[in-house]
Nanobody, 125 residues
């Protein structure tokens, strides 16, 4: 079992930055691929970024490229999403997810077995 708890969301002006954290419990965290997704009201949950179990490779959605960076600290059992140059269209609830090692940066929701409760990010214009 893996439990995920997100934090770091909040209200920021457009152009600002936030860093989301996802703290994981469970002995299998270090062998799992991790991802961030987001869901705005009335929209489907969409892929933002993912990182392999080793941290050596990442995958970013087009909307995140050049602005968001995913990273992981295995010693702290934590995954981060650094978000810069935030736009109003980035406003959503952001979810952390954990999958098997072989999903290797998959953008598909079905590739992930465990989900956090989400943290709200609001970028005001």
């Amino acid at each position: 079992q893996v439990q995920l708890v997100e934090s770091g969301g909040g209200l920021v002006q457009a152009g600002g930055s936030l860093r989301l954290s996802c703290a994981a419990s469970g002995r299998t965290f270090s062998s799992r691929a991790m991802g961030w997704f987001r869901q705005a009201p009335g929209n489907e949950r969409e892929f933002v970024a993912a990182i392999t179990w080793s941290g050596s490779s990442t995958n970013d959605a087009d909307s995140a490229k050049g602005r968001f960076t995913i990273s992981r600290d295995k010693a702290k059992n934590t995954v981060y999403l650094q978000m810069n140059s935030l736009k109003p269209e980035d406003t959503a609830v952001y979810y952390c997810a954990a999958g098997r090692a072989d999903v290797a940066g998959s953008p598909l929701r079905g590739s992930y077995d465990y989900w956090g409760q989400g943290t709200q990010v609001t970028a005001s214009s």
